[in-house]
Protein backbone atom coordinates (compact mmCIF):
# COMPACT_ATOMS: atom_id res chain seq x y z
CA UNK A 1 0.00 0.00 0.00
CA UNK A 2 1.26 3.15 -1.11
CA UNK A 3 2.10 5.94 1.92
CA UNK A 4 0.69 8.98 1.09
CA UNK A 5 2.13 10.93 3.90
CA UNK A 6 5.60 10.45 3.46
CA UNK A 7 7.82 12.06 0.39
CA UNK A 8 9.05 8.60 -1.81
CA UNK A 9 11.89 8.99 -3.58
CA UNK A 10 12.05 6.08 -5.02
CA UNK A 11 8.74 7.03 -6.84
CA UNK A 12 9.88 10.25 -7.82
CA UNK A 13 12.93 9.01 -9.58
CA UNK A 14 10.29 6.43 -11.22
CA UNK A 15 8.57 8.72 -12.88
CA UNK A 16 11.33 11.21 -13.22
CA UNK A 17 15.03 10.87 -13.29
CA UNK A 18 16.07 14.18 -14.56
CA UNK A 19 13.89 15.93 -12.28
CA UNK A 20 14.47 13.56 -9.15
CA UNK A 21 18.15 14.71 -9.50
CA UNK A 22 17.38 18.39 -9.42
CA UNK A 23 15.58 18.12 -6.15
CA UNK A 24 17.14 18.92 -2.64
CA UNK A 25 14.89 17.49 -0.21
CA UNK A 26 14.67 18.79 3.84
CA UNK A 27 12.87 17.20 6.50
CA UNK A 28 12.37 20.23 8.15
CA UNK A 29 13.71 24.36 7.76
CA UNK A 30 12.52 27.10 8.29
CA UNK A 31 11.28 28.54 4.98
CA UNK A 32 12.27 27.34 1.52
CA UNK A 33 12.66 30.28 0.14
CA UNK A 34 15.49 31.03 2.60
CA UNK A 35 16.90 28.38 2.07
CA UNK A 36 17.09 28.25 -1.81
CA UNK A 37 18.37 32.13 -1.36
CA UNK A 38 21.35 30.83 0.34
CA UNK A 39 22.04 28.04 -2.58
CA UNK A 40 21.97 30.61 -4.68
CA UNK A 41 23.77 33.11 -3.24
CA UNK A 42 26.59 30.21 -2.95
CA UNK A 43 25.98 29.43 -6.48
CA UNK A 44 23.52 26.97 -7.20
CA UNK A 45 22.72 26.93 -10.83
CA UNK A 46 18.91 27.31 -11.87
CA UNK A 47 15.90 24.81 -11.67
CA UNK A 48 17.18 23.22 -8.23
CA UNK A 49 14.56 22.62 -6.32
CA UNK A 50 14.41 23.17 -2.63
CA UNK A 51 11.63 20.73 -1.34
CA UNK A 52 10.81 20.55 2.51
CA UNK A 53 8.55 18.38 4.49
CA UNK A 54 8.12 20.94 7.59
CA UNK A 55 8.68 24.43 7.92
CA UNK A 56 9.09 26.39 10.96
CA UNK A 57 8.62 29.77 9.66
CA UNK A 58 7.00 29.33 6.15
CA UNK A 59 6.49 32.70 4.75
CA UNK A 60 3.28 34.21 3.04
CA UNK A 61 3.31 37.14 0.91
CA UNK A 62 2.39 40.50 2.94
CA UNK A 63 4.56 39.09 5.84
CA UNK A 64 1.77 36.38 6.71
CA UNK A 65 2.34 32.72 8.31
CA UNK A 66 1.98 29.79 5.37
CA UNK A 67 0.65 26.87 7.22
CA UNK A 68 1.10 23.25 5.78
CA UNK A 69 0.55 19.93 7.99
CA UNK A 70 3.48 17.76 7.58
CA UNK A 71 2.58 14.52 5.14
CA UNK A 72 -0.12 16.90 3.14
CA UNK A 73 1.31 19.11 1.35
CA UNK A 74 3.82 20.34 -1.23
CA UNK A 75 6.25 23.44 0.55
CA UNK A 76 8.89 24.18 -2.22
CA UNK A 77 10.82 26.94 -4.20
CA UNK A 78 12.54 26.74 -7.61
CA UNK A 79 15.82 28.69 -7.60
CA UNK A 80 15.69 30.39 -11.82
CA UNK A 81 18.57 32.62 -12.88
CA UNK A 82 16.08 34.48 -16.10
CA UNK A 83 18.68 35.54 -18.80
CA UNK A 84 16.03 37.93 -19.82
CA UNK A 85 15.87 41.80 -18.43
CA UNK A 86 14.96 42.39 -15.06
CA UNK A 87 12.22 44.35 -15.92
CA UNK A 88 10.38 41.68 -17.12
CA UNK A 89 11.08 39.48 -13.70
CA UNK A 90 7.36 40.11 -12.35
CA UNK A 91 6.00 37.94 -14.97
CA UNK A 92 7.39 35.11 -13.99
CA UNK A 93 4.66 35.39 -10.96
CA UNK A 94 2.25 34.90 -13.73
CA UNK A 95 3.69 32.04 -15.58
CA UNK A 96 3.42 30.30 -12.42
CA UNK A 97 0.09 30.50 -11.34
CA UNK A 98 -0.47 29.40 -14.73
CA UNK A 99 1.41 26.32 -14.51
CA UNK A 100 -0.08 25.53 -10.73
CA UNK A 101 -3.31 25.66 -12.68
CA UNK A 102 -2.03 23.58 -15.53
CA UNK A 103 -0.86 20.93 -13.40
CA UNK A 104 -3.70 21.17 -11.13
CA UNK A 105 -6.12 20.20 -14.48
CA UNK A 106 -4.66 16.46 -14.50
CA UNK A 107 -6.22 16.28 -11.52
CA UNK A 108 -9.22 16.29 -12.73
CA UNK A 109 -9.71 20.38 -11.07
CA UNK A 110 -10.82 23.22 -12.64
CA UNK A 111 -8.63 25.89 -11.44
CA UNK A 112 -8.69 29.57 -11.61
CA UNK A 113 -5.85 32.09 -11.40
CA UNK A 114 -6.37 34.87 -8.89
CA UNK A 115 -4.34 37.85 -10.36
CA UNK A 116 -1.33 38.04 -9.54
CA UNK A 117 -0.71 34.27 -9.14
CA UNK A 118 -3.22 33.25 -6.56
CA UNK A 119 -4.76 29.56 -7.34
CA UNK A 120 -8.41 28.97 -6.94
CA UNK A 121 -10.54 25.86 -7.11
CA UNK A 122 -14.15 25.96 -6.35
CA UNK A 123 -13.80 30.11 -5.39
CA UNK A 124 -11.18 28.60 -2.59
CA UNK A 125 -7.37 29.01 -2.10
CA UNK A 126 -5.37 25.80 -3.22
CA UNK A 127 -2.44 27.18 -3.82
CA UNK A 128 -0.47 30.56 -2.36
CA UNK A 129 2.43 31.69 -4.48
CA UNK A 130 5.70 33.92 -3.36
CA UNK A 131 8.30 35.09 -5.66
CA UNK A 132 11.31 37.03 -4.39
CA UNK A 133 14.43 38.45 -6.44
CA UNK A 134 17.28 39.01 -5.66
CA UNK A 135 20.75 40.68 -7.74
CA UNK A 136 21.27 37.83 -9.95
CA UNK A 137 18.52 34.63 -9.48
CA UNK A 138 14.80 34.59 -8.38
CA UNK A 139 13.61 32.31 -6.21
CA UNK A 140 9.64 30.90 -7.04
CA UNK A 141 8.11 29.26 -3.52
CA UNK A 142 4.92 27.47 -3.95
CA UNK A 143 3.07 25.83 -1.34
CA UNK A 144 0.19 23.45 -2.75
CA UNK A 145 -2.49 21.73 -0.43
CA UNK A 146 -2.45 18.18 -1.75
CA UNK A 147 -3.84 16.19 1.17
CA UNK A 148 -4.18 18.18 3.41
CA UNK A 149 -8.23 17.86 5.04
CA UNK A 150 -8.88 20.53 8.13
CA UNK A 151 -7.98 24.16 7.78
CA UNK A 152 -7.32 26.21 10.85
CA UNK A 153 -10.17 27.93 11.63
CA UNK A 154 -8.58 31.68 11.97
CA UNK A 155 -7.86 31.60 8.08
CA UNK A 156 -8.79 34.60 6.31
CA UNK A 157 -9.35 33.37 3.33
CA UNK A 158 -11.37 29.96 2.51
CA UNK A 159 -8.59 27.49 1.33
CA UNK A 160 -9.15 23.83 -0.48
CA UNK A 161 -6.79 21.26 -1.10
CA UNK A 162 -7.00 18.28 -4.02
CA UNK A 163 -8.27 16.00 -1.81
CA UNK A 164 -11.18 17.84 -0.54
CA UNK A 165 -11.98 18.43 -3.99
CA UNK A 166 -11.56 14.91 -5.79
CA UNK A 167 -12.15 13.04 -2.84
CA UNK A 168 -9.35 10.82 -2.37
CA UNK A 169 -5.72 11.17 -1.23
CA UNK A 170 -3.36 12.35 -4.25
CA UNK A 171 0.79 11.03 -4.96
CA UNK A 172 2.80 14.29 -4.11
CA UNK A 173 5.31 13.03 -6.28
CA UNK A 174 2.85 13.01 -9.29
CA UNK A 175 1.56 16.63 -8.59
CA UNK A 176 5.16 17.88 -8.24
CA UNK A 177 6.62 16.65 -11.08
CA UNK A 178 3.57 17.99 -13.12
CA UNK A 179 3.95 21.26 -11.49
CA UNK A 180 7.55 21.61 -12.34
CA UNK A 181 6.88 20.32 -15.63
CA UNK A 182 4.44 22.97 -16.17
CA UNK A 183 6.36 25.80 -14.65
CA UNK A 184 9.36 24.81 -16.50
CA UNK A 185 7.75 25.29 -19.90
CA UNK A 186 5.91 28.53 -18.99
CA UNK A 187 8.41 30.07 -17.46
CA UNK A 188 10.41 29.00 -21.01
CA UNK A 189 7.53 31.77 -22.73
CA UNK A 190 7.77 34.47 -20.04
CA UNK A 191 10.54 36.62 -22.31
CA UNK A 192 10.03 35.46 -25.96
CA UNK A 193 6.29 34.21 -26.36
CA UNK A 194 4.74 36.29 -23.59
CA UNK A 195 1.14 36.06 -25.27
CA UNK A 196 0.97 32.42 -25.28
CA UNK A 197 0.78 32.60 -21.11
CA UNK A 198 -1.39 35.75 -21.57
CA UNK A 199 -3.85 33.74 -24.01
CA UNK A 200 -3.78 30.58 -21.86
CA UNK A 201 -4.00 33.04 -18.52
CA UNK A 202 -6.92 35.25 -19.08
CA UNK A 203 -9.84 32.57 -19.49
CA UNK A 204 -8.55 31.27 -16.01
CA UNK A 205 -9.09 34.61 -14.64
CA UNK A 206 -11.15 34.46 -11.66
CA UNK A 207 -11.86 37.79 -10.90
CA UNK A 208 -12.66 38.91 -14.78
CA UNK A 209 -15.89 40.94 -14.41
CA UNK A 210 -16.40 41.13 -10.92
CA UNK A 211 -16.21 43.93 -8.46
CA UNK A 212 -13.19 44.12 -6.65
CA UNK A 213 -11.22 46.57 -4.18
CA UNK A 214 -7.60 46.78 -4.30
CA UNK A 215 -5.64 47.69 -1.32
CA UNK A 216 -2.59 49.86 -3.06
CA UNK A 217 0.44 51.69 -0.74
CA UNK A 218 -2.04 54.83 -1.35
CA UNK A 219 -5.39 53.85 -0.49
CA UNK A 220 -7.88 51.61 -1.81
CA UNK A 221 -9.72 51.65 -4.98
CA UNK A 222 -12.70 49.74 -6.43
CA UNK A 223 -13.78 49.46 -9.58
CA UNK A 224 -14.78 45.69 -11.96
CA UNK A 225 -11.88 43.67 -13.07
CA UNK A 226 -12.31 43.86 -16.85
CA UNK A 227 -9.05 41.46 -17.40
CA UNK A 228 -5.10 41.31 -17.83
CA UNK A 229 -3.15 43.87 -20.19
CA UNK A 230 -0.49 43.39 -22.48
CA UNK A 231 2.12 43.71 -20.06
CA UNK A 232 0.21 41.41 -16.84
CA UNK A 233 -1.16 44.73 -15.59
CA UNK A 234 -4.81 43.97 -14.06
CA UNK A 235 -7.00 46.01 -15.77
CA UNK A 236 -9.47 48.28 -13.64
CA UNK A 237 -12.75 49.43 -14.75
CA UNK A 238 -13.65 52.88 -12.46
CA UNK A 239 -16.96 53.89 -11.88
CA UNK A 240 -16.21 56.70 -14.50
CA UNK A 241 -15.80 54.39 -17.21
CA UNK A 242 -11.93 54.87 -17.14
CA UNK A 243 -9.43 51.51 -16.70
CA UNK A 244 -6.81 51.91 -14.57
CA UNK A 245 -3.55 49.27 -15.54
CA UNK A 246 -2.28 48.18 -12.30
CA UNK A 247 0.86 46.57 -11.64
CA UNK A 248 0.75 45.69 -7.81
CA UNK A 249 -1.48 45.20 -5.14
CA UNK A 250 -1.28 44.77 -1.80
CA UNK A 251 -4.15 43.23 -1.44
CA UNK A 252 -7.86 42.02 -3.66
CA UNK A 253 -10.68 41.62 -2.25
CA UNK A 254 -14.14 40.62 -4.07
CA UNK A 255 -16.72 42.65 -3.20
CA UNK A 256 -20.43 41.67 -2.77
CA UNK A 257 -22.63 41.41 -5.77
C1 LIG B 1 0.86 33.41 -0.12
O1 LIG B 1 -0.19 32.96 -0.59
O2 LIG B 1 0.85 34.35 0.68
C2 LIG B 1 2.15 32.80 -0.55
C3 LIG B 1 2.44 31.53 0.18
C4 LIG B 1 3.75 30.88 -0.25
C5 LIG B 1 4.11 29.69 0.59
C6 LIG B 1 5.29 28.95 0.06
S1 LIG B 1 5.55 27.40 0.86
C7 LIG B 1 7.10 27.24 0.09
C8 LIG B 1 7.74 28.60 0.08
N1 LIG B 1 8.47 28.83 1.31
C9 LIG B 1 7.94 29.80 2.04
O3 LIG B 1 8.37 30.20 3.15
N2 LIG B 1 6.87 30.30 1.43
C10 LIG B 1 6.63 29.67 0.15
Redesign the pocket.
Known amino acids: MRNFEEWDGAVLAELDQEWSKRIIFYETCA????EARRLAKAGSPAWRVILAEN?TT?????G?V?H?PPGTGI???VILRPDFSRNLWARLALATGLAVAEALDHFGLSAEVKWPN?VWVDRKKIC???VEAEDDFVII???LNVNVSVFPSEMVDPATSLFLEIGELVGREEVLLMLLRRLESRVAQVANDFSAILAALRPRCALTGKRIELELPLGNLSGTMRGIGENGELLLEMESGEILGILQADRIRLKAE
Open positions: STNDQGRGRRQWCAMSDGILGIG
